[in-house]
């Protein structure tokens, strides 16, 4: 079947083009294909394949028809910390409840604010709004979890809530796609926020210091289990804040002060 033609207004590809499909260790060529062209279908072309498991082979083309141009284009990295580097914003989706810190808003509400998003980034910028999902089977991990801000929540029936890849890419794509073209026009986009790889490099700063201090309990392999659950809530901290670029320099700025020797403080 095919979709009716959206009109120019409904899909500014301005926004479109700064939101980016991350899929985690998929298994299977055919869902990468299939993802691939619910992609094109509703006007996203960024795909990110973070240690997948199965290649762009035969199958995904076969599957993707004519959305092959999205196969080509896919970057394909080791790890989730390197697909979102330069993301100012990662939503994860999810179809179950999870007990993380984090803000859940259902596909239609987070399509508006994915849009808002995107919209603010400037054109020129590298810069991206990232949709994570997970493996097939397992759906994401917590160190892919890890890395976003908000969930994205994917309702279906109680009785039997199952989606699988290409679906769920589908369900986004097309609410993503409908918010764009009801996004107000005429508004001053904000300023982005800063990016994950910045964001990880204050978090890094953050435990040198504290381990400089002893501030983690116990020895050993303890205490590294200490920093890292720790340094885990942090940057999930930090992705709900999401700071601009000013607000990290006073974080950078603070800790810096902080770290400062008695003596240089009185120089």
Avoid at 62 to 70: F, L, N
Avoid at 98 to 113: F, H, I, K, V
Avoid at 219 to 229: D, K, L, M, Q, Y
Wanted: hydrophobic share 45%; with cysteine.
């Amino acid at each position: 079947m095919s979709a009716m033609s959206p009109s120019p207004t409904a899909a500014p590809t301005s926004a479109l083009d700064r939101i980016e499909v991350v899929l985690c260790q998929t298994s299977m060529a055919e869902n990468i294909g299939a993802a691939a062209r619910a992609m094109k279908t509703m006007g996203l072309s960024r795909l990110v394949l973070v240690a997948p498991r199965a290649t762009i082979d035969a199958k995904a083309r076969a599957v993707a028809t004519h959305a092959s141009d999205v196969l080509d284009a896919a970057r394909v990295v080791d790890s989730v910390d390197e697909a979102v580097a330069d993301s100012v914003a990662v939503w994860a989706t999810t179809a179950r409840s999870r007990s993380l810190t984090l803000p859940l808003l259902d596909g239609r509400a987070a399509a508006g604010e994915i849009t808002r998003q995107a919209a603010a980034i400037p054109a020129g910028s590298g810069n991206r709004v990232s949709v994570l999902f997970g493996a097939e089977r397992t759906g994401l991990t917590n160190e892919e979890l890890n890395v976003a801000d908000r969930l994205l929540a994917l309702n279906a029936n109680p009785d039997y809530p199952v989606l699988n890849l290409a679906q769920a890419v589908q369900l986004v794509a097309y609410e993503v796609f409908h918010a764009t073209g009801e996004a107000p026009a005429g508004l001053e986009p904000a300023e982005p926020p800063v990016t994950k790889a910045e964001l990880a490099t204050l978090c890094a700063r953050l435990e040198t210091a504290l381990e400089g201090r002893a501030f983690f309990p116990g020895e050993g392999e303890e205490r590294e289990r200490h920093a890292r659950r720790l340094m885990q809530r942090v940057r999930l901290l930090l992705n709900r804040a999401q700071p601009r670029h000013d607000e990290l320099q006073i974080l950078h700025g603070m800790l810096t002060a902080l770290l400062r020797l008695p003596r240089e403080r009185d120089e």
